[in-house]
DNA sequence: CTGAAAGCGCTAACAG
DNA sequence: CTGTTAGCGCTTTCAG
């Protein structure tokens, strides 16, 4: 019934009782006699006392506790990976903290950060930059896992010192490009983002290079849209701007690859409402493979990753970095062309 | 270059200055010499230090941070409203601390945890309980408002004592309801949720039951269906399995009222599966007025929530409690019938 | 099984 | 402008 100030000294107080025999009964620790401990916890409970965390984080040298930074919290691929490894960190009853990383803020200094103040045991880093300073990642002290930002080649002075989980992305690429090309499309555009810095989108964009240079098509710069404006690429706006400008670029456009399934929802609209079908006049191909893409109005087709596959990789990694069974490894997984009414007329109608 | 475990200690002995100077350099301190800032600084970024929070909030007595409370970081609306907020918060030089709330956590105790940990100025609470134990907010100790979700009348002992700022929604499912009947239809299906219990489902229903009798249509429960499985109500798969439902009970169903975007969108892909045409056989409506909706094919008829105007009000409501300027208030906007192609052919093609 | 006491790393008076 | 000192609220030895 008291207000919102009361601490551990308090609860010894009114229980008659010492502090530290107060906090076993919080912390649940065995030496302690259970009557105590039920008539303490009953007091806490009648007066609402909660420990405060600064407190017992600062005292304490350890923890159970993984986090999960998260860029772009907003991107729906994201909210289906955080299930699944909230699911498997709590299946090794560890705790997990998942911190929302904004746009502005350096996920790997935030980081830094929890690990000092909560003792982290480890990190699993979703969406967020493509490169990062080694030195500073050196200093994070616990092991860390990047979970499907892309393959690491190229982008990290030292590729196999990084632990990395994710999908081929230049493989899955090709495969829709590919099978694009089989449905005979020649004039293929491409929306991608920040082709410029490494990430996903580059390899993406690579992938369609290497299939479009595979069918002997020559790749024509016109062909491409680059998402840069703002921070957040994965927009429908930006799938609708991108279309737009390539249909009006490319009038004898007939098929387009979108760097994720957002995007391509957006670009279906700007195709819709400049008079194309889809996918008679146009075809069009997402990836990642969210839940809303399958009821879009065409279901659309798309390269999905598999979340749950690729959580648990991250999440068995990880786990086998902290208790030393494992170094650091990149792991690459294939993703899966699903075929949908966005290219192909007769499919799942 | 030393590896995470460094403190403000560390720096003082390194530096040859005190402690209290060190602080006084993170802090920014005016009362200190601008060289040994800087040199104190260098030796920071040098070093890699970063001070630990639990410390620093532990000792100190205040801060200038405002919470935002959010239980379903998944709906595309809260993304929306969050954005909204924290640019007030930035702009009156406040801190944003963004919480995320798991669906079996008690935002009102993970709130707490905050206010002791954190010394928090005020609270947001986006999302969640409808309803609240008076006595467990009483204690929170410092203000707090409930935006967006829903009136408080009826759901709390004494609304008037709770600071609450959302849309009429009763009024808002009015103007839904109303304006598919002013288009000639009788057999108007909802998706709705959680009837049962006090929430916004509850209220937009009301909203829908209102316009039916005011027209004289006669309620007929085999048209109302409620999602109810899983915690997540807002999904594209319940709206999709709700429309299929309501469609197989009722094939002279002509008209079907979404209380969310996201339940239209996935009510649109069962009927457009079912063999109907939108709007021609069914016209549906939805509710939140997110960005996605005006993407869909077809672009979604809603009812948008104004969420500039929302995330205003609740932030002027929270810093005049914050500072005495106003009690706790109950605030109540209107919201806006957007007419696109789900209900009317014509519209926006 | 319980209590006393020593800090965790930092900030904020209080002196100088 | 700088250093000394006293805790913030809690956990955890170490005794009893």
């Given at each position: 019934?008291?207000?919102?100030?009361?601490?551990?000294?308090?609860?010894?107080?009114?229980?008659?009782?010492?502090?530290s025999?107060?906090?076993?009964?919080?912390?649940?620790?065995?030496?302690?006699?259970?009557?105590?401990?039920?008539?303490?916890m009953?007091?806490?409970?009648?007066?609402?006392?909660?420990?405060?965390?600064?407190?017992?984080?600062?005292?304490?040298?350890?923890?159970?506790?993984?986090?999960?930074?998260?860029?772009?919290?907003?991107?729906?691929?994201?909210?289906?990976?955080?299930?699944?490894?909230?699911?498997?960190?709590?299946e090794?009853?560890?705790?997990t903290?998942?911190?929302?990383?904004?746009?502005?803020?350096?996920?790997?200094?935030?980081?830094?950060?929890?690990?000092?103040?909560?003792?982290?045991?480890?990190?699993?880093?979703?969406?967020?930059?493509?490169?990062?300073?080694?030195?500073?990642?050196?200093?994070?002290?616990?092991?860390?896992?990047?979970?499907?930002?892309?393959?690491?080649?190229?982008?990290?002075?030292?590729?196999?010192?990084?632990?990395?989980?994710?999908?081929?992305?230049?493989?899955?690429?090709?495969?829709?490009?590919?099978?694009?090309?089989?449905?005979?499309?020649?004039?293929?555009?491409?929306?991608?983002?920040?082709l410029?810095?490494?990430?996903?989108?580059?390899?993406?964009?690579?992938?369609?290079?290497?299939?479009?240079?595979?069918?002997?098509?020559?790749?024509?710069?016109?062909?491409?849209?680059?998402?840069?404006?703002?921070?957040e690429?994965?927009?429908?706006?930006?799938?609708?701007?991108?279309?737009?400008?390539?249909?009006?670029?490319?009038?004898?456009?007939?098929?387009?690859?979108?760097?994720?399934?957002?995007?391509?929802?957006?670009?279906?609209?700007?195709?819709?409402?400049?008079?194309?079908?889809?996918?008679?006049?146009?075809?069009?191909?997402?990836?990642?493979?969210?839940?809303?893409?399958?009821?879009f109005?065409?279901?659309?087709?798309?390269?999905?990753?598999?979340?749950?596959?690729?959580?648990?990789?991250?999440?068995?990694?990880?786990?086998?970095?902290?208790?030393?069974?494992?170094?650091?490894?990149?792991?690459?997984?294939?993703?899966?062309?699903?075929?949908?009414?966005?290219t192909?007329?007769?499919?799942?109608?």
């Open positions: 019934m008291t207000s919102g100030k009361l601490t551990i000294k308090d609860i010894a107080k009114q229980s008659g009782y010492s502090i025999t107060v906090s076993r009964a919080i912390n649940n620790h065995p030496d302690i006699n259970s009557q105590t401990r039920r008539d303490i009953e007091l806490i409970d009648e007066t609402g006392f909660i420990p405060n965390d600064s407190a017992r984080f600062l005292k304490r040298t350890a923890s159970n506790s993984i986090a999960i930074m998260v860029k772009g919290i907003t991107n729906p691929f994201f909210s289906g990976m955080i299930h699944y490894i909230e699911n498997y960190i709590q090794l009853s560890y705790t903290i998942l911190r929302h990383v904004a746009s502005e803020e350096d996920e790997v200094l935030v980081a830094m950060s929890l690990v000092k103040e909560r003792k982290l045991k480890g990190i699993v880093f979703l969406g967020g930059a493509f490169i990062h300073d080694m030195e500073q990642l050196d200093k994070l002290g616990v092991p860390y896992v990047f979970s499907t930002i892309g393959n690491l080649d190229g982008r990290v002075e030292s590729a196999e010192k990084v632990a990395n989980v994710a999908v081929d992305d230049v493989d899955a690429a090709m495969q829709a490009v590919d099978y694009l090309i089989s449905l005979g499309h020649k004039k293929i555009g491409i929306i991608s983002e920040g410029q810095l490494a990430s996903v989108g580059q390899l993406r964009w690579k992938g369609y290079l290497k299939s479009l240079q595979k069918a002997g098509i020559a790749m024509d710069p016109k062909l491409t849209y680059e998402a840069n404006e703002g921070i690429h994965y927009t429908v706006q930006n799938g609708y701007k991108g279309a737009r400008t390539l249909l009006d670029n490319n009038p004898e456009m007939s098929a387009l690859f979108c760097i994720s399934d957002v995007l391509a929802m957006g670009a279906c609209r700007a195709l819709i409402d400049a008079g194309k079908k889809i996918p008679e006049d146009i075809a069009v191909v997402g990836f990642d493979g969210i839940d809303m893409g399958d009821y109005i065409p279901r659309l087709t798309t390269i999905k990753q598999p979340q749950e596959k690729l959580a648990k990789a991250t999440m068995s990694l990880l786990f086998d970095m902290i208790n030393k069974k494992s170094g650091p490894q990149n792991l690459l997984y294939p993703a899966q062309l699903i075929i949908k009414e966005s192909e007329l007769s499919k799942n109608k």
